[in-house]
Every structure is written in structure tokens, then in C-alpha cells.
């Protein structure tokens, strides 16, 4: 950071480290291994809508994005405002799965929308409830997000699962960063 930002108070966005998605496919069999969750081949990558023309350049982007890719990602806009792109692959595919979400973030990264990218979600389960395994951006790390119904969270769950996986990934250690994802895709299916 150079002098006259810091005496006017200005500061850099962090740019994301990407290249930690990829340890996720080697946590998740440490995650069926020591638990009953496994993947469900849903992966989002979640985007803070950015103001005026920076935002048309963004929605631009993304929509070349998804012109390019066959039909393999959809968009959605959640009831916060912010833009998924979803991925969806087989079951047995997180490697797969995390390849086309690093694409897509790069992607963005590379247009120069790394600052807009908020989080990846790759979503797991039990066969009952939904558990999801959030990537900070602008931290470099991972935490579990285990929704409930009535947006509660299932806290003692979450700290089980930074258990099980604090040697395969860099969990987030600030547990007030830990933010719900409420409706995320993945996430949002009916639970019983």
C-alpha cells in the first residue's frame, strides 16, 4: 500500500487466493472417511453485484461466461441481490466439480472482477440436511455452513466438521467470519 493511501484512508482490495479450492477434493474424502457427508455435485460461486457501469461490465462478463460453457452453469440472483453461477456434475466428480469453479473464478478474476467475488459454496450431505463447505476470497479460507430451517444454524455441527478437516484445509479462525449463506444453491433443498 503506498503512503498517500493509507494518510487518506484508502485501501487495495485483497485479491483472492484461488488456488485453494483445489485442496477441497482431498478434504472431502477425510470428510466421508471420519463422517457420513459426501458431495452432491452442486458448486457455486457467489458475486457481489457491483454499481453502475461496473456492473454492466460484470453482468457482461458473466454472461460470456455462461455463452461459453455449453449450458453447464445457470445464474441466479438470491433475495440479497447477489449473482450465483451454479455448477452442477455428477456426485463422484468434486474434482471435477472444483476445476470448473476455479474457471469461473479466474475467469472473472482475470476481467478484473477478483474483488467482486465473495465466496465458493460446494455443497454436501447426510441424505437428510445439507452441510456446506464456504470459501472466503478475500481470507484464503474455509468454514462449514450447516443450515437449519427457520435460517438456524446447527453450530455444534459446523465445529465438528472444522475438526475433522482443520489438517486438510486453512479454516477461516474467526468464527464471527463464519457468515450464514442462507438460500445458497445446494443449500436451499427441503429438509425433513
Not at 487518506?8 to 482490495?13: A, I, K, N, Y
Request: proline share 8%; net charge negative; with cysteine.
Amino acid at each position: 500500500m503506498r503512503i498517500l493511501d493509507v494518510l487518506l484512508g484508502r485501501s487495495r482490495p485483497v485479491q483472492p487466493n484461488l488456488d485453494r479450492l483445489f485442496a477441497l477434493p482431498a478434504a472431502a474424502v477425510t470428510l466421508q472417511v471420519r463422517s457420513q457427508w459426501r458431495p452432491t455435485g452442486v458448486g457455486s460461486v457467489c458475486v457481489k453485484p457491483a454499481e453502475g457501469g461496473a456492473f454492466a461490465g460484470l453482468q457482461g462478463e458473466i454472461d460470456r461466461l455462461l455463452a461459453l460453457d455449453g449450458g453447464r452453469y445457470e445464474r441466479r440472483t438470491d433475495a440479497y441481490g447477489y449473482v450465483w453461477l451454479i455448477r452442477r456434475t455428477a456426485t463422484e466428480d468434486l474434482a471435477g466439480l472444483v476445476t470448473d469453479l476455479h474457471a469461473v473464478n479466474a475467469a472473472l478474476t482475470d476481467a478484473g472482477f477478483g474483488a467482486a467475488l465473495l465466496c465458493t459454496v460446494v455443497a454436501f450431505t447426510d441424505d437428510t440436511r445439507p452441510l456446506g463447505l464456504i470459501y472466503l476470497y478475500k481470507r484464503g479460507t474455509w468454514y462449514p455452513f450447516a443450515p437449519l430451517d427457520d435460517e438456524r444454524r446447527d453450530n455444534p455441527l459446523e465445529l465438528e466438521v472444522r475438526a475433522i478437516l482443520a489438517d486438510d484445509l486453512p479454516i477461516e479462525p474467526d468464527l464471527s467470519r463464519w457468515f450464514p449463506v442462507w438460500g445458497s444453491p445446494g443449500l436451499d433443498a427441503p429438509r425433513p
